[in-house]
């Protein structure tokens, strides 16, 4: 069964630190995905990447980078946290159908900056 | 301004169809609409979606869609809802973009809660 785990699950940070938020896909797709989840928003797409080594920018990717080492694995980065970066930041990866590409999500991670 | 607009929340009895609607604006002639279901863990599902081109309702499962291309709206149908149907629903638009590349925007969900 496809599979997107995220980690951690929580996470409180302080402004001006470093945090990194991982994701691994068993699905074997090559398009991996993060979002970020703000009340009275919808998705809002950060990063994403077509395959291992690459990524690509988002809607916002302003404060944020992204790291993809592997077909497995995918990371989101921030530098230098701020509390407008509160938020749940969601995974995901696609199965590469163009435009009818179906996301399978994880279950999201909610970050919280002090 | 959002390009995907949707109600906030709404509300029904189990048994009952459940309509929730949303309007999109885009200019491409082909698209697609998707429908995503958000659970009470966060986990995103996806339940259906309906290409531009194709003037059939699409069906899955007790998931369907009316739309209405003309008006840039479509509906999720839910049939014979229960309780375990509750949680937020999305819709979202995937277009073509300049660069050959599909993006999808989002709306900002419908709350639905079923009462038994």
């Known amino acids: 069964e496809a599979a997107v785990t995220q980690s951690p699950r929580n996470k409180v940070a302080v402004t001006g630190g470093k945090v990194t938020l991982s994701c691994n896909q068993t699905?074997?797709?090559?398009?991996m995905y993060w979002y970020r989840q703000d009340t009275g928003h919808g998705l809002r797409l950060i990063h994403y990447?077509?395959?291992?080594?690459?990524?690509e920018k988002g809607d916002i990717p302003d404060g944020y980078k992204a790291s993809r080492p592997s077909q497995e694995n995918f990371s989101l980065i921030l530098e230098l946290a701020t509390p407008s970066q509160t938020s749940v930041y969601f995974c995901?990866?696609?199965?590469?159908?163009?435009?009818?590409?179906?996301?399978?999500f994880g279950s999201g991670t909610r970050l919280t900056v002090l | 301004a959002q390009r995907v607009t949707q109600v906030q929340s709404t509300g029904s009895s189990q048994w009952g169809e459940v309509t929730l609607d949303c309007s999109y604006e885009t200019s491409e002639y082909s698209y697609l609409i998707l429908w995503y279901r958000q659970l009470f863990s966060g986990e995103m599902v996806f339940l259906i979606y309906?290409?531009?081109?194709d003037t059939q309702n699409q069906r899955s499962g007790h998931y369907s869609v009316v739309f209405q291309k003309s008006f840039k709206s479509i509906s999720l149908v839910i049939s014979a809802s229960q309780p375990e149907d509750s949680g937020t629903y999305f819709c979202?638009?995937?277009?073509?973009?300049?660069?050959?590349?599909?993006?999808?925007?989002w709306g900002s969900g419908t709350k639905l809660i079923i009462k038994p």
């Open positions: 990447s077509y395959g291992a080594g690459s990524t």
């Open positions: 309906q290409p531009s081109f």
């Open positions: 699905n074997n797709h090559n398009n």
């Open positions: 995901a990866s696609g199965d590469g159908r163009g435009d009818a590409e179906t996301l399978y």
């Open positions: 979202a638009l995937s277009e073509l973009t300049g660069d050959s590349n599909y993006q999808l925007i």
